[in-house]
């Protein structure tokens, strides 16, 4: 509160004044709220607002509309083509029939599509039942580890990990009666009977279907939709993991699962200076659990499923640590006698660097120090490439690329600073100048060459990469102004197209989501502080040839989807239609069933001339309204005229679901030596499942092709690394892999590749 | 959010289901810190929480724009639903006189002793007596002009001065002498 001049004219002694100046510096603090209640609210009160608010059917002359913002997601919904959501009310009578009865409000989530992928699950029940009867017998399909948590009368279920994209889970919950009051004169305790609770829920779809090469693509997306994801003051800083969730640092004593205001243990038993710990947050703002009690500023690593974070550990000492992201401890790697005031930096995934007394100093996972060349810097900027080759470093002596195998040092130009490593191993940085800054890029680390300067009296600081390493995000403001006058830039990596992304405004800091679908960045908010906010990006119209040939997919898919023969017959050639016709695949659902909804599954671009995609669909079979199996096809689309038709199709056979874990996408991606193939599953596997031999890449004669496969639990991501020709392969995922409920797949994976480099 | 804005989205939520939807995302955390302020109880301030939105829900056809922010009715269902919780009940000891306030040793660390001191005055303000209290919540904790405060609570501007300079009078002979050294 600044200066009030109701204030001044009521307070004129000046010891009232001191009290009054104490009270304006103060503020009360942040009540206990459960993260959760929030949405349990809304919840309740758009059910009620639907069933009281009735809108009218035209409305009387309101000189306001909604604006395509605000129907944007409603848009999106309609777009999906997803099921219609059912808004039921289950209610479970009790043993008694004279007994009171408990409902469970379902409304909010049962039949629900696009469900966010790492929200928490809440049902809520209207009276006591015995909570932990209830939670032991959740069980989730695709198999999903999960923590769960009463709140009040609600179970809040929180998945360990994101949800699959483009699945449809069932939560199925056994209830059972509260314990049996002994008061004498009491109403009986209205309990639940044991009637199974049922809740089918669709997360959302996968952001962009992927295409080869490359699967997301940054030129041109504009600005989305923003968020905030706190209030000023309770995100200190944060960044994304690869999964697309956020570790974030926070006052210490913030509500939230699993938070707990006790310290962390102490060597000697002095009490610590804590007063920040590291959180696990959903890109919607959602605290998921506390991670690092006493924590502050987290890296998470590039892959592997865990993060580098400093801990007070006694006294004013910290210590650099690892952990996983349900917060368990892997390893201490060094202890200072002071806490860092910034992050430490990933080199690759297997070595850390930071500094300490004017030091850079490296280590590898596991605290072994990596031998270097003595670094001396200050508050320069240090990055590392993202397969750890090469550190470029802002030392006091210049800046430089070292090279961590050989040593080799390669100067950058004078001031070169804010280094960035893209994701294909380029380096941008910055070099001021005196009327602005130069934004340059050194492919691979080498050769750099200015690409764009500021324009004049604009300065440009906050480089980040995006994910396809095509384009840039920046913050630019005047010279010598205050970061309230920030905004952020987009800018193509040849240096072309620079344009505002967001035209606000008090923006700064950007950090791409690994998908490419969300935008981190600080603002500043109405009472000066920086609170962080998402954005999310919409693709550009530019990538024109497979957003045609993914149009004409979704025209037939929802002409098959209705039935509507005549229509679906239309998006096919003369081969197509022979394909169809010859029973390659059934163009619509047999009789007693019916194709409920698709996804694609993976897109490659097969061939140039003419523009030739292979584009797989997942499709849905339904009987009797519930989802009971699916199949995938592989369509061949050729561009004919100007317009895309299916040439070709192969079916697989239906696999039926809740039978375990299915494999959810398959990503072709370039890599520095050779192609990675990425395989997405929609459970929580047992690690131990996912080897060379249970996920193989064939060639057309059958052999395994020799690769190396790495797994991410958390992301059910299987990536196998390759180096063949160009040319046609076959993914097969075996009967081996396994969920960990010990299930294992239904049938054998089959998926058809196409190296193009 | 300009005033303008306010008034149309206020007017859609009477027939609009995601425009009170919109009015709820806006106002519930201000409504909850000021339903905690009064009850110093979690459980307590989401029942609170909820009563006033549901009230806001059931009455917000009724809802005419008086001159003041759309924040200001929600405020007062807050006042009356707290009245309404203690209504009946011996739970809100009104103190008038001779309440302790919380002491502690200073800490080392500046900003330490600075929220050290906030979290005291914060607690000092929590032993003021009930109406007094919440005159100093919206105007210290929630930046309300007292012709607002004043609307919320249901008086004159005249009696909010009261009430609030009874309270820094009263807060400026219980705090520690500590905290007259500090601000200068």
Known sequence: MSNDPELEELFQDPAHREVVDLLKLSRPAAPPLDPNFHNYLRTKLMTEARRTLQPQSARRGFPFSLGPKALAPAMAAVAAGFLVVLGIQIYLQNQSPSSAMVAVDLSHIQNKTNVATAEPIVIPFSGPVDKNAVADTVVIEPATSVTKQWVGQNLVIIPDHPLAPNTTYTVSLKASSAPKESRPNVQPTPAVAPSPVVVHFTTVRAPVPPVNPPSYRSRNVTYGQENRLADAGTVFNGGWTPTGQLIVTRPSGQPGPGSSPAAPATASGAAPKATTDIWLMSALGTPIRILVPGGNFPAAAPSGGVFAAWQVISGSQASLRIWDLQGNLQGTLATLDSMPDRAPVWIGSDRIAYVTQGRLVIVDSHGGSVNTRAIRMQRGSVAGSPLGTLLAVEATDGSSVIDLASGSRNPLPAGATGFAWSSKGDLGFLVPQASGSDLYIAAGGKNAQRIASSPSGQTWSDLNWAPDGASLLLASKPAGASSSASRLMLINVDGSGLTTFASEQEYSSPQWSSLGDLVLFTRQDEAGGRAFWTASTAPSESDAASKQALAEVDRFMQARLKGDRGAAQESLDASGLNAYQGGASSLLSPAGSKYERYYPVTVQLTGSNPNTFLVGVRIFVSRSGVQRSFFEEQLTLVLKDQRYLVDAVTSTPAVPLGHGPTVVSVEIVPADKGSQVRVRFDADLRPETVTTDTIQVRGVDGRPIITRITFDADSHLATLALSVRPGAYQLVVTTGVMDINGVTMADEYHASLVISR | ?184
Do not use: C
């Open chain 2, 1 to 184: 959010m300009p005033d303008f804005e306010e008034r149309e989205l206020v007017e859609r939520a009477k027939e609009d289901p995601d425009a009170f939807g919109a009015l709820y995302d806006r106002y519930f955390p201000q409504i909850y810190r000021f339903a905690y302020s009064r009850v110093r109880d979690q459980s307590l301030a989401e029942d609170v929480t909820s009563e006033v939105f549901f009230k806001a829900l059931r009455n917000i056809k009724r809802y005419t724009y008086s001159g003041h922010p759309f924040s200001s009715w929600l405020y007062q269902i807050t006042l009356n639903a707290v009245a309404d919780h203690y209504r009946g009940q011996h739970g809100e000891v009104e103190l008038e006189e001779g309440a302790s306030l919380p002491s502690g040793a200073p800490s080392v660390d500046d900003e330490v002793v600075r929220r050290d001191r906030s979290r005291r005055v914060w607690s000092a303000i929590d032993q003021l007596p009930r109406h007094q209290r919440a005159a100093m919540v919206l105007k210290f904790g929630e930046d309300k002009k007292i012709e607002e405060i004043a609307q919320i609570m249901g008086k004159s501007a005249g009696a909010v001065k009261l009430l609030l300079h009874r309270a820094v009078e009263r807060l400026r002979r219980e705090l520690p002498p500590e905290f007259e050294a500090g601000l200068t």
